[in-house]
């Protein structure tokens, strides 16, 4: 990841992207379902979906428990903003109008299988980060940076994670 000098308020984004050996509908029963994620995700530590729901759909709601050594232990509840089998599955935190953070895992069929894109979007609602910038607003700039790249890495390990399950699952 490049510096870019991004703001918060700029909703500043990072994407990865990784090719999976698996049908589009396998690497999408994995990404769409929330309840998996905690076991690919180093800050995710579990996810569960509201209201009795079973899958992704536009609108469902899942509580998601993260932790982070610097920014402690938090509980968010996310509203899945879009959902195309096996296409596109992403949701917005917090506020769905206003989000802290935007989630989006994108499929497309690729040489007979998948190229798999993860992307997040920053605010532009506060979060946890709005916190630390207002006690620093001087490194705003290097703390989105920070933040960007350790989500960066994450997502990087969260796709090989996908990648490894949805390969073993079609052996």
């Known amino acids: 990841m490049e510096w870019t000098g991004a703001k918060y308020a700029d909703k500043p984004t990072v994407e990865v992207q990784a090719w999976v050996d698996a049908a589009p509908e396998l ?17 995710l530590q579990a996810a569960e979906w509201c209201d009795g729901a079973e899958g992704a759909a536009v609108g469902r709601r899942f509580v998601g428990r993260s932790k982070h050594d610097a920014l402690g232990e938090w509980e968010t509840t996310s509203h899945v903003v879009e959902c195309e089998a096996p296409r596109v599955f992403a949701w917005a935190v917090h506020d769905p109008e206003t989000p802290t953070a935007l989630w989006r895992f994108t499929l497309e069929p690729e040489n007979g299988g998948t190229k798999l894109r993860q992307w ?17 607003p001087d490194k705003e700039e290097k703390i989105v940076f920070v933040r960007l790249r350790e989500f960066e890495n994450a997502m990087t390990g969260t796709l090989a994670a996908i990648k490894e399950r949805a390969e073993a699952a079609r052996a």
């Open 120 to 136: 997040m979007q920053l605010g532009p609602g506060r979060s946890g980060l709005s916190l630390a910038i207002d006690q620093m």
């Open 27 to 43: 690497v999408w029963s994995i990404v769409s379902d929330v309840r998996l994620m905690p076991e690919m995700s180093p800050e």
